[in-house]
């Protein structure tokens, strides 16, 4: 049974930072690409992160660029997104997801989800 579970979500003043990470089971998630989208309120899920399983690439949203790190450890089946230089926009349920092979912006795309971990900036 596939689980991806994320951590480390919080309220958190502006400019402040926050780790959020994603502990996978039950899938290899070595051959995984793996993402991090969110959900703020009253609006639709949109894409954050993404890295791909040899962490040799790696995509970011516009709107993180620059403030946010998407990295993993393979040994471990988990992975991470540093987020610095807070800003009350980013305020979102933040979730983890996971797909075969490349990785992907679309959210479509992606095979397994986490429950999703509350990020609260306020300003």
């Known amino acids: 049974q596939v689980q991806l579970v994320e951590s480390g979500g919080g309220l958190v003043q502006a400019g402040g930072s926050l780790r959020l990470s994603c502990a996978a089971s039950?899938?290899?998630?070595?051959?995984?690409?793996m993402g991090w989208f969110r959900q703020a309120p009253g609006k639709e899920r949109e894409f954050v992160a993404t890295?791909?399983?040899?962490?040799?690439?790696?995509y970011y949203a516009n709107s993180v660029k620059d403030r946010f790190t998407i990295s993993r450890d393979n040994a471990k089946n988990t992975v991470y997104l540093r987020m610095n230089s807070l800003k009350p926009e980013d305020t979102a349920v933040y979730y983890c997801?996971?797909?075969?092979?490349?990785?992907?912006?679309?959210?479509?795309?992606?095979?397994?989800w986490g429950q999703g971990t509350q990020v609260t900036v306020s300003s």
């Open positions: 997801a996971a797909r075969r092979h490349s990785t992907s912006t679309f959210e479509n795309d992606y095979e397994y």
């Open positions: 039950g899938l290899p998630a070595s051959i995984y690409a």
């Open positions: 890295i791909g399983w040899t962490a040799s690439i790696m």
